[in-house]
């Protein structure tokens, strides 16, 4: 068994090629363990982005089941760059001032997707507050390209706020993506601390308008940064009382020393539990897991 520490976990030299047990850090419970292998699909989705020149959120946010979905030929595109105009504390995705925007990224990620044989595409982007509609319009053509190309490949989008632009929003909704995802990420006491730049009723009201738009709704929280259950407990009351129907709960991991350290661990059982109690309020499936993250199972979700 080898084991690496998760400021490693960005380079895919850091891994060998047969499979391994590893823990994501020597600090991890002995539970926390994830299968890093790389395969033909794995370097097939690596190559396809680099020849294209795009992003995955996979690599930019050292997400920890990057080997099980790529190996499974699912990956969530990380458009509009891959420099975040905030700083949360939890991200590390890069943060400063962000490059122009490439009008072309929209067919090269429909390209991909092609490429790739996808059967369901999950776009997300970095924070893009200084254009005035916060990258609404590229995601619109993101989805218009994918359909284009690929008319029977399903399409979640995981949309920023846009800072309350309800022209934005409806920009993207009017494109019908399969699900409309929109982290919470955390709750609403340790909103402004670790999400500076947001603001935790304008993330539940911007669920509420998209659902109003028609669309299938989702969300994501991370749990172990500070939180209480109880509190974990409001926001899921908080996401159903806009009528979200997904909701995702994962593990809190610190990306790098410079990140938010990690305020507790949960059981897995505490994970069952809450997934449990999410059904009993509503939601349609609720994925529920240490290394569970917003895009994990996502082609699952979409026919709920």
Known sequence: MSFIPLDQLRSSQAISHQPS????????PSWFKVQAKTGPDYLDIKQTMDRLNL????????????????????????????????????????????????HAEPRRVAEAVQALGLRHAVITS???????????????????QIRQLS?????????PDFEGNETALATVCAEKPDILNHNIETVQRLFPAIRPQG???????????????????????????????DEARDVMRDLRSVGCDIITIG????????HLPVARFYDPSEFV????????????????????????????????
């Open 126 to 144: 970095v924070n893009r507050d200084e254009l005035e509609d916060g990258g609404a319009a590229i995601f619109a053509e993101t989805i218009r």
């Open 273 to 304: 539990m809450l997934k449990e109690e999410g059904r009993a309020l509503g939601f349609t499936h609720v994925e529920s897991g240490p290394l569970v993250r917003s895009s994990y199972h996502a082609d699952r979700q979409v026919a709920l």
């Open 151 to 159: 008319p029977d490949c399903t399409i979640e989008v995981l949309i």
């Open 251 to 258: 593990q809190y991991l610190q990306p790098t020393r410079d």
């Open 199 to 229: 603001k935790y009723h304008r993330s539940i009201e911007l669920l509420g308008k998209a659902k109003h738009l028609g669309m299938h709704t989702k969300s994501g929280l991370i749990l172990g940064m500070g939180e209480t259950i």
């Open 21 to 28: 047990a590893i823990s994501l850090s020597g600090r991890l």
């Open 55 to 102: 992003h995955t959120i996979c690599e930019e946010a050292r997400c920890p089941n990057r080997w099980e979905c790529w190996n499974a030929r699912t990956a969530t595109f990380l458009i509009l760059g891959d420099i975040c105009t905030r700083r949360c504390h939890y991200c590390s995705v890069e943060t400063g001032r962000p490059l122009a925007v490439d």
